[in-house]
């Protein structure tokens, strides 16, 4: 039997919680700025979309759709990865 609710089984977290290498997928993306929405859906940064972070400092380093992407820790922690 399929668990209707294995989504639940996933860990959401923000980017900035995820280890530099890992990979997962976009899940969400949420902020109350309409500003920072438009700047990430611009980009690309999409839910659905694999996601992996390559690092943490200087900026957050990471790649989508094989195009990397910089962004500061307020950017970064909008965008929600479950793995």
Partial sequence: MVN??????LKTITLCAME???TGKIDHLETKNPGILQ?????????GMPITLL???PSY??????T????????ANHIYVSY
């Fill in 55 to 57: 690092r943490r400092s």
């Fill in 20 to 22: 530099p290498k890992k």
């Fill in 4 to 9: 209707k609710n294995s989504r639940l089984a």
């Fill in 39 to 47: 700047k990430l859906i611009a980009m690309g940064i999409l839910p």
């Fill in 61 to 66: 380093l990471f790649e989508v759709d094989q």
């Fill in 68 to 75: 990397r992407y910089a962004v500061d820790r307020e950017i």
